[in-house]
């Protein structure tokens, strides 16, 4: 299968990425290449196979509902590249 | 006597005797970064202030009795783990600023032992590589010849150790990332089970196969290092609830009777000849020491590079979705709230990191799920079963760690495709979640190290550790040193 110059940009659009021209056709073509690479998992027969997403088996994890202490404002601004009072402040969203 | 030069366990004996104090190690320490890292670059933040700081405390810990395991030592932690007001950026521009408020579960219990933090080492960004040449910021380069890489992603960790920068040091593990560098640095590296160590703190690439592990100069140390990180920790919901054995029992314990699995599918074609020779050697080696060979199958060793750059990829999409600019890292300037998105993760991410991310929003895009993603899970399942089979019939399987000893810098960085090859041997314990060494097991003409690859079951560590140090006590391979 391969994928189009249409589906490079698709993707890099959901990916959040601007691509160059330049750049689309590199990702294209190594894209392509990796994705052909990995069709040869369709000659393994899957049907009766349940997918993997976790090797150990996994519980829920709970606490007990008690209070603790966490990360203070200002600590979780600190790294903020634009904060305000006790926010991040973003581009305008809603003219 | 060079003390940088020292093992954990030698400095430890030193150190409690009061022979020498935490000072002398950190300045022999420094003495050598500064005399080889113009050419080695192991690290991205050297931390000089800090490890002075900690040598003073693990001076007074000792005069007073109480020195714990690592009371004095220098460690090196890879960049991607998060140190407390600490410069910790993955190698990437998108987090060339960020100073973590926490400390990850890791470099807390280091601390705990008394260590001394060296520096954070250089990576390839986001651990996503097999180089370190994908590094944001600068390349490493192979303490045996400047010419070839250190391997990736953990090349800094596995560079330092071998340069004696540090006295051991901490790498994370996707795919490979610690015990591929340690084969072609000559060093030890050990990936624990999956959900023996903590993740806190770890910045996620792939998070059902990420695991950190130690990088030693020995088999002993990496047992004590493993003694202090693992373990069960309520902020990882993926750590295990397991006991904890105390691992350097495992050492110097008999192998005789062991049975040592061969699995064909590893010495194929394209495998290096030296490669294939000393790694012959070495199970000849473990006969002689009474362990008994036996030649297994692991029929889907062929996908499992496929396999791994579907679901790795596509956890990394997901886990870096969070890099937007606004909270933390870099920002970049757009006209709204999208354009500054699309600026920033365009800017700060490095070439191999947007063609993951985009293969993995690719393999989860609508139309496409079940013939990648639910397909390399599946395909992830027979990886597994196969180990588990073969577990059935031996106690350890021995591989080698890498296709080829170091490669150049430059030689594989135009062909993604073929970087992800040079994994060939390590992915699948990934895939499995079970523990896996590297360990020296000879050198090639060019007098480049080469690595023996352990793997072991789920949570038996233990026996990867008695095979390894068998091994390793009857040869010299681990004793040799880079002439920097």
Known sequence: ?95 | MKLNELTISELRRFLDNREIKPQEVVDDIYKRVDGVEDNVRSFITITKKEAYEMAADAEQAILENKGSLLTGIPVAVKDNMCTKDILTTCASKILHNFKPPYESTVTTRLKEQGYILTGKTNLDEFAMGSSTENSGFHITRNPWDLDCVPGGSSGGSAAAVAADECVAALGSDTGGSIRQPAAFCGVVGLKPTYGRVSRYGLVAFASSLDQIGPITKNVSDAAIMLNVIAGHDPLDSTSAPINVPDFAQALGQEIKGLKIGIPKEYFIEGIDREVEDFVRLAIKKLESLGAIPIEVSLPHTGYAVATYYILATSEASSNLARYDGVKYGLRANGKDLLDMYMQTRSEGFGAEVKRRIMLGTYALSSGYYDAYYKKGQQVRTLIKQDFDNVFNDVDVIVTPTSPTPAFRVGEKAADPLQMYLSDIFTISVNLAGIPAISIPCGFTKDNLPMGLQIMGRHFDEESIFKTAYAYEQSTEWHLRRPSL
């Open chain 1, 1 to 95: 299968m391969k994928i189009t110059k249409e589906e490079v940009e698709h993707i890099a659009r959901l990916s959040k990425l601007y691509l160059s021209e330049k750049e689309a056709e590199m990702f294209g073509e190594q894209l392509n290449k990796i994705i052909g690479y990995v069709e040869h998992l369709n000659s393994i027969d899957t049907s009766n196979t349940e997918p993997t997403s976790h090797v150990i088996p996994l519980n829920n994890v709970m606490r007990n509902d008690s209070p603790v202490l966490s990360l203070p404002a200002k600590e979780a601004l600190r790294n903020a590249p634009d904060p305000t009072k006790k926010f991040y402040r973003v581009p305008k969203i809603i003219e």
